[in-house]
């Protein structure tokens, strides 16, 4: 099988960000080197991601056509079911490219495994062109879990790691909760959901400062309280965190967290006269308002995202 078009994800180098900012490369390494910073460092990331992509470009080139985009433009860039989407950078970018791909297999690679971990990247350049070479008539792919919003005015979001739901500035977020049989008005920090595959990011974070606390409380080991691992990234369900709610006489602190599920959703109506916002993944600049008397209602997506896997 042939697909349409090899499209090449990429996110623009911190090195042409920190150039913006000093107006000049030589300017960046002078002032940073001032403050025992080292711009040289972000040069040589470019340089490896750039080097990345022009190999694997140059090989896709030789098989079908190649679009090659930064993450922004994503959410405006026409998907058809047989392309085959190449992310190029760390896992955050596998993250992104997931909430739009649907079930479009990505091929996640590692541009520099000596500096990046790469959990959702199991291919290095050598071994991503070899397998363009070689490409397989069906992927061998990992299903991956996406959670899915829906606001009461029609409007969805996806993601592949996390939703906050609260205040863009981070102050209280104000809002009504449902869950099961229970509802509540909180006033928190906002609202985590995470996936499974999310559940070794921000869901991490937020467990274990809580865990860590308890068990400076109570005196309880912390390796005794450690929240049992999802078994997997295709696991049917997600979890709800609220984060720091305050008990007072509007609002309540007693359902801040669960399962969510296809028949058990969580429905949150804002509160917030300003500043209410919902977004996915950490991107912040997608974000969605969330003014009051907006609901949102989230479930697991009935699409699973799909990464190729290596052949062992």
């Known amino acids: ?9 990429t996110r623009r180098p911190r090195a042409s960000t920190i150039r913006d900012a000093y107006a000049s490369a030589r300017l960046a390494s002078f002032i940073m080197g001032e403050q025992g910073e080292s711009y040289e460092e972000y040069e040589r990331e470019e340089r490896k991601l750039k080097e990345a992509a022009f190999r ?3 090989v896709a080139a030789e098989l079908g056509p190649v679009l090659e985009i930064e993450r922004n433009l994503l959410p405006s860039t026409p998907l058809g079911r047989h392309d085959v989407l190449i992310a190029i950078g760390q896992d955050g970018l596998v993250a992104n490219t997931l909430r739009y791909s649907a079930d479009i297999p990505i091929l996640g690679v590692n541009p520099d495994p000596d500096s990046y ?6 291919f290095d ?3 991503a062109i070899r397998y363009l070479k070689c490409r397989p008539a069906r992927e061998h792919c990992e299903e991956v879990t996406l959670a899915e919003g829906i606001f009461s005015n029609g409007a969805k979001i996806k993601a592949a790691n996390d939703i906050f739901i609260g205040k863009s500035d981070h102050s209280s977020s104000l809002y009504k909760i449902r869950h ?5 008005h909180h006033s928190s920090s906002g ?3 995470s996936t499974p595959m999310g559940a070794t990011g921000w869901q991490r974070s937020i467990l274990e400062g809580s865990l860590r606390i308890l068990s400076a409380v109570t005196g309880t080991p912390f390796r005794d309280i450690q929240e049992k691992e999802p078994t997997g990234k295709s696991e049917n369900r997600l979890r709800f965190w609220v984060r720091e709610p305050w008990q007072s006489l509007k609002s309540q602190s007693s359902l801040v967290s669960g399962t969510i599920t296809a028949g058990t959703p969580l429905l949150v109506t804002s ?3 300003e500043g209410g916002t919902v977004f996915a993944d950490g991107m912040q600049a997608d974000s969605f308002a969330f003014p009051a008397g907006e ?6 997506s009935a699409t699973k995202g799909r990464l190729i896997l290596k052949y062992s």
């Open 1 to 9: 099988m042939i697909p349409s078009r090899f499209i090449l994800i």
């Open 56 to 58: 694997i470009k140059s």
């Open 117 to 122: 971990e790469g959990t959702l990247l199991p």
């Open 125 to 127: 350049v050598g071994s």
């Open 180 to 184: 099961r049989e229970e509802m509540e």
């Open 191 to 193: 609202i985590i959901v």
């Open 271 to 273: 509160e917030m006269g």
């Open 295 to 300: 609901s949102l209602q989230i479930t697991p």
